[in-house]
Every structure is written in C-alpha cells, then in structure tokens.
Nanobody, 121 residues
Framework: QVQLVESGGGLVQAGGSLRLSCVAS????????RGWFRQAPGKEREFVAT????????SYAESVKGRFTISRDKAKNTVYLQMNSLKPEDTGAYYC??????????????WGKGTLVTVSS
C-alpha cells in the first residue's frame, strides 16, 4: 500500500511564500501523476496543480498560475508545491494526491490527510 504525508503548512501574511512537501511511502504504484488539491472553509475541494512523475510536465489551476510551482524529487519520492504571492483566498487544507492525469478528486488513487495553510490579510 501507499501512504502520502504532507508537511509545510502554516500561517503567513498576504504576499508571503510557503513551500509544501509530500512524501510517498510504501510499495510502488501505477499512478503516473502527483498533484495537489485544496479545500477552503465552507467550500468543496478544488484542483491546484499536477505533475507527470516521469517527464515533469505540469498543469495549474487558473487561480494559482504564475504564483505556484509544482516540482518533484524522484530519488526522494517527494513532490513539492512552492507558493508565492499568497492571497487570503489561498487559505485552506492542502491535500497531496496520486492518480490519473485529471482534475477530479473522486478518481484519485491515493491522498494524504492534508496540511493547513492560513494566509492573513
């Protein structure tokens, strides 16, 4: 089985930066993409970013494009989310995922417990 564990969340002021990490443990799996979703208070989970594990191609939600960067370290089986120019609307629980190359939470193969990000104004 596979376990995904996120870390790096915290409290930052608007305009600040934060880097999230997600380490995968357990046996290898067939998922070709790793990514991030988030859930703001009172809202449903939404897609943030994804990366093709093999070739490194990335895709971003329009709301974070130009501000967030997803990357991976294959040797460490770790995916990162560098978040710059943070806005209060970026506040929420951030979840690491592994699954197909889609933006639909319900078809993800694995997901973590989440790490909290709070952006103050």
């Amino acid at each position: 089985q596979v376990q995904l564990v996120e870390s790096g969340g915290g409290l930052v002021q608007a305009g600040g930066s934060l880097r999230l990490s997600c380490v995968a443990s357990g046996r290898t799996f067939s998922s070709y993409f790793r990514g991030w979703f988030r859930q703001a208070p009172g809202k449903e989970r939404e897609f943030v970013a994804t990366i093709n594990w093999n070739i490194g191609a990335t895709s971003y939600a329009e709301s974070v494009k130009g501000r967030f960067t997803i990357s991976r370290d294959k040797a460490k089986n770790t995916v990162y989310l560098q978040m710059n120019s943070l806005k209060p609307e970026d506040t929420g629980a951030y979840y690491c995922t592994a699954g197909p190359g889609t933006r639909v939470w319900e078809v993800m193969d694995y997901w973590g417990k989440g790490t909290l990000v709070t952006v103050s104004s």
